[in-house]
């Protein structure tokens, strides 16, 4: 802003020459003053910077020509779109493996499957912005197109960055055989627990009950994870909150949140 400011122009080009209060700079004295100022603007921008900023721009950019359209001249597989989401995954699998031991969220989908019920939303959002930052060409967006061109994709393409980040992570570890929403494998998983649970003589949960833990399942696919804290904020406060859980869960309130938390993770 200061280097096409002509007031801030004028005032470094006073400085420069020494001119008296009465002289007016003239017109190569302005710009000698702003190419100073530009200098100094640009003083920042060196070294890893100037990188971060170029990856940056070539993620983001995008030329629409109006004027020169295309003309199609061949109708078929481009091999050069599968080499290049190929070189995309490898990328991304190379990625997570250099930051497993410094990303909380990595070095848990690196450990016992039992520890990924220690997910949180925090961890997976510290996970993206270290990813932003360091390799802004690999956004989950462009990934999971990438998934498109060489494999079966299961599930829509996620709303949230967040939950499609944790998918791409689950499919390049191998933890899912074909990339998949997680809100699809949260309900595959809960299904599966709701069946066990209901199996044989044992006690069935109630509506009121399913209609919870519905609710809880709903919130761990969008947040990874849930505790006692989660139960009075929305939706479960609309519904009574923490009390009202209790009420209809009595003592096996923390144990089915431990148990969801683990199983719907799977």
């Not at 700079?25 to 890893?48: C, H, I, N, W, Y």
């Not at 997910?119 to 930052?133: A, K, S, Y």
């Not at 996620?158 to 699809?184: C, N």
């Not at 431990?258 to 719907?264: A, P, R, S, T």
């Amino acid at each position: 802003m200061d280097t096409h400011n002509p007031d801030r122009q004028e005032e470094v080009a006073r400085r420069l020459f020494k001119l008296g209060p009465e002289a007016v700079p003239d017109e190569g004295q302005l710009k000698q003053a702003q190419s100073e100022l530009a200098k100094e603007a640009r003083a920042p921008f060196t070294g890893e910077l100037n990188g971060f900023v170029e990856d940056v721009r070539k993620s983001l950019e995008q030329i629409i020509d109006t004027v020169n359209l295309d003309e199609v001249t061949y109708s078929g597989w481009n091999a050069q779109t599968r080499e290049h989401a190929q070189g995309l995954i490898a990328d991304f699998a190379a990625f997570i493996e250099a930051h497993k031991d410094e990303i909380m969220a990595l070095s848990i989908y690196y450990s016992q499957p039992w520890r990924r019920r220690e997910l949180t939303f925090t961890m997976v959002n510290e996970c993206m912005d270290i990813l932003r930052q360091r390799a802004p060409q690999l956004h989950p967006a462009a990934l999971w197109q990438a998934y498109h061109q060489v494999e079966k994709v299961n599930g829509t393409t996620p709303e949230k960055e967040l939950t499609m980040l944790v998918s791409l992570i689950r499919r390049t570890l191998g933890i899912d055989s074909a990339l998949t929403s997680y809100e699809a494998t949260v309900n595959r998983n809960f299904q599966q627990w709701v069946f066990g649970k209901h199996a044989g003589d044992q006690a069935k949960f109630s509506e009121e009950q399913m209609a919870w833990l519905r609710m809880i399942k709903d919130h761990v696919a969008g947040s990874f994870h849930i505790d006692r804290d989660d139960l009075d904020y929305a939706p479960f406060d609309a519904a009574g909150g923490l009390a009202r859980m209790y009420q209809l869960f009595g003592d096996d309130l923390d144990r089915i949140l431990d148990e969801l938390n683990e199983v719907l993770a799977a």
